[in-house]
């Protein structure tokens, strides 16, 4: 069988109407695991479509730019649907810590920081559910999205492509969008500020090719966080 990134083309050998018909019923119960960690946040419901569409603008991309990671269109949906789930560990997070309007403090942020393990914790007990491809880049995304390209990430301090692409492609896009959304505990930097953040590495290493592509599709970041504003009717 065919495959790309380590993923089936096809579901189980079906044909490939009954596979579609599969993934589409998958992507909706990832859109409904989604919807349950965003009831928990502040953001007016939005930040996991944002993610999805970041996710999708930067693995098309790279998907371009370096054919050697194996990305295909399949494979990048897998990707855009599965990073709807990449915090649902957050529902294991007490209030106090997750809602908090200031810095947490070290003991808070090492309880934060277990909500990769937890949501992988979680979707083991659920993984059944969801096609063996989902589940895969699901894990990978849920677990990895914080790991950084030098090794300073959690919870594994993976190194370099160590770290799957999966999680790397979400990294990106997290980042960026918590940098231009308003949060509990900070206002928005602008577009230019957060685009310049990533790149420097103050938010921490990503890789260059990475980078790379993060320049290449900036115009669509910028295009889909000023959809973003317009829709809470900033601009």
């Not at 999805?52 to 399949?74: I, Q």
């Not at 649907?81 to 990449?86: D, G, K, P, T, W």
């Not at 980042?175 to 790149?199: G, H, S």
Request: include cysteine; charge should be negative.
């Amino acid at each position: 069988m065919e495959t790309a990134g380590g993923m089936d083309l096809n579901i189980g050998g079906m044909p490939v109407a009954d596979a579609a018909e599969i993934q589409e019923r998958y992507d909706k119960l990832l859109d409904i695991l989604g919807a349950i960690v965003e009831s928990r946040s502040l953001d007016g419901g939005s930040h996991i479509e944002r993610i999805k569409n970041f996710t999708r603008a930067l693995a098309t991309e790279v998907m371009v730019s370096y054919p050697e990671y194996g990305l295909n269109p399949y494979v990048v949906e897998v990707f855009v649907a599965a990073s709807a789930l990449h915090d649902i560990g957050k529902i294991t997070i007490p209030d106090s810590i997750l809602f908090k309007p200031a810095r947490l403090t070290r003991e808070e942020f090492e309880y934060m920081k277990t909500h990769t393990t937890k949501g992988c914790e979680i979707l083991n007990n659920i993984g059944n559910a969801l096609s063996p491809d989902c589940k895969k880049a699901s894990y990978e995304i849920c677990r990895h999205h914080h790991e950084k390209y030098d090794g300073k990430g959690y919870p594994d301090g993976l190194r370099g492509d160590a770290i799957p692409i999966s999680a790397q492609i979400v990294s990106v896009a997290d980042v960026y969008d918590a940098l231009v959304c308003e949060r509990v505990y900070k206002d928005a930097f602008t577009k230019e500020q957060a685009f310049n953040m990533i790149i420097s590495g103050e938010c921490g290493m990503f890789n260059p090719k990475l980078m790379d592509c993060f320049r290449k599709c900036a115009g669509e970041f910028e295009r889909l966080a000023d959809e973003y504003r317009q829709k809470r009717g900033e601009i």
